[in-house]
């Protein structure tokens, strides 16, 4: 069991076959849930925990509100999909019921496209489809930004419309706190990129105008699959 830890400026590595992740702080404390060796993203991300949704709410471009469904591939960072150090993402179509917070960029209809990272094939292709899989047909709260178009100067993007239609704008999670799923069963809510999940709470405990997270102990990959579902 993990608590969630105080705000700071925090790294995250994403195993995402079992749903098990390794949360350090910049002050060397290190905790990890990790029972068995796990195919990871291969991707550390750092970042400045929010105190509750009020602010990652303040944080972000837009809010919403709304059902994932099957992810696409997404666009190659690197220079090709043969690149050794390229990542290859995926693009979840989220069917849109209410704008929560912000403004939506224009949309041919009421889906908006969110760009993630995920296994790498590398990885193993078993491991992608798994988590591809675990976005599908998912009730959820997004935290969200618009994605660059360009990663930078010293990163190509091979291919920059894939995963969507043409001209349609591309999101990313504001942090990795930014992408709640309601688990399958309906009871509890998965924190996908942060790794955590809570299994009392649901998702209005996540909405813009809740000021702190839930205050409940948070399970960390041990007690529950990639796909938010408790394990025997």
């Given at each position: 069991m993990m608590r969630m830890l105080p705000k700071k400026l925090s790294t995250i590595w994403l195993s995402v076959f079992t749903g098990m992740v390794v949360l350090s702080g910049?002050?060397?404390?290190?905790?990890?849930?990790?029972?068995?060796?796990?195919?990871?993203?291969?991707?550390?991300?750092?970042?400045?925990?929010?105190?509750?949704?009020?602010?990652?709410?303040?944080?972000?471009?837009?809010?919403?509100?709304?059902?994932?469904?099957?992810?696409?591939?997404?666009?190659?960072?690197?220079?090709?999909?043969?690149?050794w150090g390229a990542a290859i993402t995926v693009v979840v179509p989220v069917t849109i019921e209410s704008v929560e917070a912000g403004e939506l960029a224009p949309l041919v209809d009421d889906t908006l496209y969110l760009e993630m990272n995920a296994p790498q094939e590398e990885a193993g292709r078993e491991d992608r489809e798994v988590f591809k899989k675990a976005l599908t047909d998912r009730a959820g709260i997004f935290y969200l930004t618009r994605a660059p178009e360009k990663a930078s100067r010293y990163v190509l993007i091979v291919d920059p419309e894939a995963g969507r239609p043409a001209g349609q704008p591309l999101y990313q999670a504001t942090s990795p706190e930014g992408i709640l799923l309601e688990n399958r069963d309906g009871e509890g809510v998965w924190s996908v990129e942060s790794g955590l999940d809570f299994p009392n709470s649901s998702l209005v405990d996540f909405l813009p105008d809740q000021v702190k997270f839930p205050q409940q102990e948070a399970e960390v990959g041990s007690g529950s699959a990639i796909d938010g579902t408790p394990v025997e």
């Amino acid at each position: 069991m993990m608590r969630m830890l105080p705000k700071k400026l925090s790294t995250i590595w994403l195993s995402v076959f079992t749903g098990m992740v390794v949360l350090s702080g910049c002050g060397g404390d290190t905790e990890s849930a990790t029972n068995s060796p796990a195919p990871s993203t291969g991707i550390a991300a750092k970042y400045e925990e929010s105190e509750g949704p009020a602010e990652l709410a303040r944080k972000s471009a837009v809010v919403v509100r709304g059902s994932t469904r099957t992810p696409h591939e997404g666009r190659i960072r690197g220079e090709s999909r043969n690149d050794w150090g390229a990542a290859i993402t995926v693009v979840v179509p989220v069917t849109i019921e209410s704008v929560e917070a912000g403004e939506l960029a224009p949309l041919v209809d009421d889906t908006l496209y969110l760009e993630m990272n995920a296994p790498q094939e590398e990885a193993g292709r078993e491991d992608r489809e798994v988590f591809k899989k675990a976005l599908t047909d998912r009730a959820g709260i997004f935290y969200l930004t618009r994605a660059p178009e360009k990663a930078s100067r010293y990163v190509l993007i091979v291919d920059p419309e894939a995963g969507r239609p043409a001209g349609q704008p591309l999101y990313q999670a504001t942090s990795p706190e930014g992408i709640l799923l309601e688990n399958r069963d309906g009871e509890g809510v998965w924190s996908v990129e942060s790794g955590l999940d809570f299994p009392n709470s649901s998702l209005v405990d996540f909405l813009p105008d809740q000021v702190k997270f839930p205050q409940q102990e948070a399970e960390v990959g041990s007690g529950s699959a990639i796909d938010g579902t408790p394990v025997e």
